[in-house]
């Protein structure tokens, strides 16, 4: 654990150049259970709460106004395969409009497809990992068939072992279907782009083969009849599992090469700061997953919790330097100066967000749970999208 806090901080000073405080670098305080169905955990809470995806990107659901809709990627991986829209009889009513995710049957047909048009096109790679998409998804059906037979027959856990299975390999096949060939395709060379970019996209695209290493394992593992590895390798949510953390450990670092994009063409100097701080703390934020995604591996669970803890933070932190840039882009082509001027608040709000986010890194690392608990929760209030809940009565009626 000492050795992985000095290697953070030559990793802060050299790289990244972070007014972190060397609190970052104090002992790891010992850890909630984030499965427990509690509020335990503010900051994995809120990142809960805000939206922020942790499972599979290709089964993320929101709901909308006209009802419910898959968010699906368009860029790679499914496309807009895993959705289908439903018409509603009743003309006008609340259901119409609605999509639903597909099921794992006719997501697996559509992979095939994919790998096929793939294939044809000349474009092996792609075809390779669709086509190892399609057969883990495939496995994880007949997983599932096996331990509803296992089940019926009072054979416990057996079954709740090849549900296990199921579950990662299910993991694995979107995995493959989706971000590994997202981060493939971003890490190729571009004409044109800054090969600092380049370089995220390749750390992204390295970081995801860790994270499908982990699924592979936890596969092995409960078909092996060991439960206790398969869940730590490969839980589905936010868990403390390896594979959980390695997947936020490869995100981390795509977002960063996003907004390292961005603040190469913005033109506004004030938001390209902000946007530069951001990238460098989203690659924080990677490293801290990072970590955290190893110990678990290693079964050193409160280790893995507290960095998970965290990044979560500077996460939100990174996340609201971001928010902060974009608005002062709006308001710098806002035609109307009290709508300027409210965004140039907002502008303020985030980063005031940030720095409790920050303060929140330090006291966790420094030991003192409750808090930075306490700082996770005034960087939420700060927040304005907080602010325009709270003053629309919405989420949890107000924080009193």
């Given at each position: ?17 972070l007014?972190?405080q ?6 790891m305080p ?9 509020v ?6 809120l ?24 968010q ?5 991986g ?8 439903v ?7 609340c ?6 995710v ?9 992979i ?19 086509t ?33 299975a ?36 390749s750390?992204a695209?390295a970081q995801?083969?860790?994270t499908i ?40 670092l ?14 506004n ?25 190893q110990?678990a ?16 933070s ?44 920050l ?9 003192n ?15 304005p ?8 009565g919405g ?6």
């Amino acid at each position: 654990m000492k050795k992985s806090l000095a290697f953070l901080a030559v990793l802060l000073s050299s790289s990244f150049q972070l007014s972190l405080q060397a609190e970052l670098l104090a002992p790891m305080p010992m850890m909630f259970d984030p499965d427990a169905m509690e509020v335990e955990d503010t900051c994995i809470d809120l990142m809960t709460q805000q939206g922020r995806s942790t499972s599979l990107p290709a089964e993320v659901v929101q709901f909308t106004t006209s009802g419910i809709s898959a968010q699906i990627p368009n860029s790679a991986g499914f496309s807009s395969v895993p959705t289908t829209n439903v018409s509603n009889s009743i003309g006008g009513g609340c259901m119409s409009g609605f999509s639903r995710v597909m099921t794992d049957e006719e997501t697996l047909s559509s992979i095939k497809n994919q790998a096929s048009r793939a294939q044809a096109s000349g474009n092996t790679e792609d075809a390779a990992l669709y086509t190892e998409a399609s057969e883990q998804l495939d496995r994880s059906l007949e997983y599932k068939r096996q331990a509803a037979q296992a089940n019926a027959l009072g054979n416990k856990e057996e079954a709740s072992c090849l549900y296990g299975a199921a579950s990662s390999a299910r993991s694995l096949s979107f995995s493959l279907g989706y971000s590994t060939i997202k981060y493939l395709h971003e890490a190729k060379p571009q004409n044109g782009r800054n090969p600092e970019v380049a370089m995220l996209w390749s750390r992204a695209l390295a970081q995801d083969q860790r994270t499908i290493e982990y699924y592979r394992q936890s596969i092995e593992a409960y078909l092996a009849g060991n439960k206790e590895l398969g869940e730590r390798l490969g839980r589905y949510w936010p868990s403390g599992s390896a594979s959980w953390a390695a997947n936020l450990s490869t995100r981390e670092l795509a977002t960063a090469a996003e907004y390292l994009t961005k603040a190469q063409v913005v033109k506004n100097p004030g938001s390209a700061a902000l946007f530069m701080r951001a990238v460098e703390q989203y690659q924080v934020a990677s490293e801290y997953f990072h970590q955290a995604a190893q110990a678990a591996a290693l079964g050193n669970e409160n280790e893995g919790k507290g960095w998970s803890r965290m990044g979560c933070s500077i996460s939100h932190s990174s996340k609201n330097l971001a928010d902060a840039a974009d608005s002062l882009i709006k308001a710098q082509a806002e035609q109307n100066s009290e709508n300027a001027a409210l965004l140039v608040k907002e502008a303020n709000q985030s980063q005031i967000a940030a720095e409790y986010y920050l303060q929140a890194v330090q006291t966790y690392a420094a030991g003192n749970k409750e808090e930075g608990k306490s700082y996770d929760q005034k960087a939420w209030k700060e927040e304005p999208t907080t602010q325009r809940l709270m003053l629309q009565g919405g989420f949890w009626g107000g924080l009193q």
